[in-house]
């Protein structure tokens, strides 16, 4: 089959998915968007970068011989640097598919979709490029005061830290703790409504599914009596002491409460103060790294997209007479 003939199916091919479609390259994973077809070129835009690449018919060419002569399939490690997205523009086409398993790109008998074109990427990469959003839930403070602690603290050894540190992680967690439960509560009341009984739903974290509990509350006292005694049943055999009854009769006897109760002493541990404005100093000073390590990020990125566009300009690789070999 001339390459001809494959070239315009692959342009077809593109002319069918969506506008916003986001294309992969097979081995560094760089999200990039088709932004014009011609007859004899294609230009792509990577996200992560400013400006336009052409992608050359006669390298795609090249490509598919490579491919075709080669029975196992062409290694993409054998395509040039800033070349990958060849390897991506031509999976597009129903006979050919890039393994990235394998590593390779091959021809094959049954037509199969790409698997480096989603429809769906450039949402969540959209989502991931917008300003970091703080949620305004409790636990979400708290949490970030705990990460903070733990990083600090690092309580590998509890015998071996401060009593002053273990106060802290101990009254933050405390507060993640009533915090979560609160949001998970909320989060099951919604849950119960979307869910079926025995159909576990699944996450990317876990599995939830519906069930039931049989709880159990006896009915008024003198119901049960009635018809238990109805049904040859003592009333003595059933009743028992109402603690709160002995409790009125411990005040007006000589008896001691050791008389009549059972007393075992057990310690544990109650959070009884919780300095919130120390919390919010700290809160804030963590919210304030963060916008600067964001800021840090940024520049970071602008530096090292300048730095590609420098070398961009530089590369011949995708001059006339590139071998993919």
Not at 56 to 85: H, I, M, S
Request: hydrophobic share 30%; charged share 35%.
């Amino acid at each position: 089959m001339p390459f001809s003939v494959t070239w315009h199916t692959i342009i077809d091919q593109l002319d069918e998915l969506p506008s916003d479609a986001t294309f992969v390259t097979p081995l560094s994973e760089r999200p990039f968007r088709v932004s014009d077809v011609q007859e004899h070129r294609l230009h792509i835009e990577y996200r992560d970068q400013d400006g336009t690449i052409p992608l050359k018919r006669e390298q795609f060419e090249t490509l598919y011989q490579r491919v075709t002569d080669t029975g196992d399939g062409f290694d993409l490690d054998r395509l040039p640097a800033d070349a990958e997205p060849y390897g991506t523009i031509l999976s597009v086409h129903p006979r050919f598919e890039v393994d990235q398993r394998e590593g390779v790109i091959r021809n094959t008998d049954d037509p199969t979709p790409s698997a480096l074109v989603d429809t769906t990427l450039d949402i969540d990469i959209e989502e991931d490029e917008q300003d970091r959003q703080e949620p305004d839930l409790p636990v979400y403070s708290d949490s970030l005061l705990l990460v903070d602690a733990l990083e600090r603290y690092t309580p590998t050894d509890l015998s071996a830290m401060e009593t002053s540190e273990l106060v802290n992680l101990y009254t933050l967690c405390s507060d993640v703790q009533r915090n979560a439960n609160d949001l998970r509560q909320d989060i099951r009341a919604v849950l119960l409504e979307r869910l079926h009984h025995d159909q576990p739903v699944h996450g990317q974290y876990g599995s939830v599914q519906r069930t039931s509990r049989r709880n159990r509350s006896l009915k008024d006292d003198e119901v049960v009596l009635t018809k238990l005694e109805a049904a040859g049943i003592d009333r003595q055999r059933v009743t028992t002491v109402d603690a709160s009854k002995v409790d009125d009769a411990l005040d007006v006897t000589d008896l001691s409460e050791s008389d009549l109760y059972e007393i075992d002493h057990s310690q544990y541990v109650r959070k009884a103060d919780v300095d919130e404005e120390r919390k919010e100093s700290r809160l804030q000073g963590l919210k304030d790294q963060l916008a600067a390590a964001d800021t840090t990020e940024a520049k970071e990125l602008q530096t090292e997209i300048e730095q590609l566009e420098a070398r961009i300009e530089e590369l011949t690789s995708f001059k006339s007479g590139t071998s993919f070999e």
